[in-house]
């Protein structure tokens, strides 16, 4: 599998054109598995899903768990221990009145991980459902959000990850059996938040502190340490309002000829890595791309500008493109040839 951009560290991302100036961010939310396989395909070449697959269960140098401000990510294996120990504190703080709402006490919470701990050593892997049919011999009910928020506990305080998927459904691994230690974190304390912020500019740049704050759900008192550390060490530099990595700057693309056309998947991060939408979306059409209920729906690009929205139809065999407005025939040609390629993506193999 040949990628332009791994799932947050390795080569620079290809750019969109600089008049509309962010990168195409190089990890993908993973909030629907589907989606996240489709965000790793549109920053690649020649990228299929079954080597995606291979990436997450045979080889295992990526991994998908709860991350940035507390949601599904894929990330560089590697990258696992140290990211979360950097941003779990700060997402278990911020559910502690959750739990209160939900009854989840220090007590019941300790003992859910316990639980989970055992079965999964004994049973593992297993799905959501699986976990959940073992949680309510604690005494909870298997609807509701207490499963989820234990199992998303479990994961915080690093007992479990993403594993393999059973008949397309994902299971739940222990961490610590599915990518076993390798000692000491690749980085702690401020170094560890200092790379971070590092890796975002590598991928997002140029942008913005508060756009950083955003995208990682860190305090911003922490992104400003960050940023300073960062400029002291001559890694960043200031690009009008915006900051990059030094030496960025000569990178940045000039205007083609040739659009730049990319279909991206519901959630994709380059529509919400950063503070705002304006560079990512026309005002005029951001109710179309964010319909509300938390949904985020799959969106063509056009050097770096959303122009449509998108749908796979019945078997995805078939995609349907709903354009904001009439679209030139250059770019008309770049949506075919995406929608060509998002079919064959998901084509079953046989």
Same mark, same amino acid.
């Given at each position: 599998?040949?990628?332009?951009?791994?799932?947050?560290? @390795?080569?620079?991302?290809?750019? +969109?054109?600089?008049?509309?100036?962010?990168?195409?961010?190089?990890?993908?939310?993973?909030?629907?598995?589907?989606?996240?396989?489709?965000?790793?395909?549109? =920053? @690649?070449?020649?990228?299929?899903? /079954?080597?995606?697959?291979?990436? #997450?269960?045979? %080889?295992?140098?990526?991994?998908?768990?709860? #991350?940035?401000?507390?949601?599904?990510?894929?990330?560089?294996?590697?990258?696992?221990? +140290?990211?979360? /120990?950097?941003?779990?504190?700060?997402?278990?703080?911020?559910?502690?009145?959750? #739990?209160?709402?939900?009854?989840?006490?220090?007590?019941?919470?300790?003992?859910?991980?316990?639980?989970?701990?055992?079965?999964?050593?004994?049973?593992?892997?297993?799905?959501?459902?699986? &976990?959940?049919?073992?949680?309510?011999? !604690?005494?909870?009910?298997?609807?509701?959000?207490?499963?989820?928020?234990?199992?998303?506990?479990?994961?915080?305080?690093?007992?479990?990850?993403?594993?393999?998927?059973?008949?397309?459904?994902?299971?739940?691994? &222990? !961490?610590?059996?599915?990518?076993?230690?390798?000692?000491?974190?690749?980085?702690?304390?401020?170094?560890?938040?200092?790379?971070?912020?590092?890796?975002? &500019?590598?991928?997002?740049?140029?942008?913005?502190?508060?756009?950083?704050?955003?995208?990682?759900?860190?305090?911003?008192?922490?992104?400003?340490?960050?940023?300073?550390?960062?400029?002291?060490?001559?890694?960043?530099?200031?690009?009008?309002?915006?900051?990059?990595?030094? @030496?960025?700057?000569?990178?940045? $693309?000039?205007?083609?000829?040739?659009?730049?056309?990319?279909?991206? $998947?519901?959630?994709?991060? #380059?529509?919400?890595?950063?503070?705002?939408? %304006?560079?990512?979306?026309?005002?005029?059409?951001?109710? =179309?791309? +964010?319909?509300?209920?938390?949904?985020?729906?799959?969106?063509?690009?056009?050097?770096?500008?959303?122009?449509?929205?998108?749908?796979?139809?019945?078997?995805?065999?078939?995609?349907?493109?709903?354009?904001?407005?009439?679209?030139?025939?250059?770019? %008309?040609?770049?949506?075919?040839? %995406?929608?060509?390629?998002?079919?064959?993506? &998901?084509?079953?193999?046989?």
């Amino acid at each position: 599998m040949t990628t332009k951009a791994s799932a947050g560290c @390795g080569p620079t991302p290809r750019p +969109w054109p600089a008049e509309h100036g962010r990168h195409l961010q190089r990890r993908p939310s993973a909030q629907d598995a589907t989606a996240a396989d489709l965000g790793i395909r549109v =920053r @690649g070449q020649d990228v299929t899903a /079954q080597a995606i697959r291979t990436a #997450y269960e045979d %080889e295992r140098s990526i991994v998908r768990n709860w #991350y940035m401000r507390g949601t599904l990510h894929t990330i560089p294996s590697d990258d696992a221990r +140290w990211v979360l /120990q950097l941003l779990s504190p700060r997402i278990l703080a911020a559910t502690s009145r959750r #739990y209160q709402q939900l009854g989840l006490d220090d007590d019941l919470r300790q003992r859910a991980d316990h639980l989970i701990r055992r079965v999964l050593t004994t049973h593992g892997p297993l799905t959501r459902a699986e &976990l959940t049919e073992h949680l309510t011999t !604690l005494g909870i009910s298997p609807d509701g959000q207490v499963p989820f928020h234990l199992i998303r506990h479990a994961a915080l305080t690093g007992i479990l990850c993403h594993g393999p998927q059973r008949a397309g459904e994902a299971t739940y691994v &222990l !961490l610590n059996d599915w990518l076993p230690t390798t000692g000491r974190f690749r980085w702690e304390g401020d170094d560890a938040l200092a790379e971070l912020a590092r890796r975002y &500019l590598a991928a997002h740049a140029p942008a913005t502190l508060e756009d950083f704050v955003a995208w990682s759900g860190l305090p911003i008192t922490w992104a400003r340490r960050a940023w300073k550390m960062l400029a002291e060490s001559g890694v960043i530099t200031e690009y009008g309002a915006l900051t990059m990595l030094a @030496g960025r700057v000569k990178e940045l $693309p000039r205007s083609s000829d040739t659009p730049d056309v990319r279909m991206l $998947p519901a959630y994709d991060n #380059y529509l919400i890595g950063y503070r705002t939408r %304006e560079a990512s979306v026309p005002a005029l059409h951001q109710a =179309r791309v +964010w319909p509300g209920g938390g949904l985020i729906r799959p969106t063509v690009i056009a050097d770096g500008l959303a122009i449509a929205t998108w749908t796979r139809g019945p078997g995805s065999r078939s995609i349907q493109v709903d354009a904001f407005e009439s679209v030139p025939p250059q770019i %008309e040609q770049g949506i075919d040839m %995406e929608k060509e390629a998002v079919v064959g993506f &998901l084509r079953p193999t046989t």
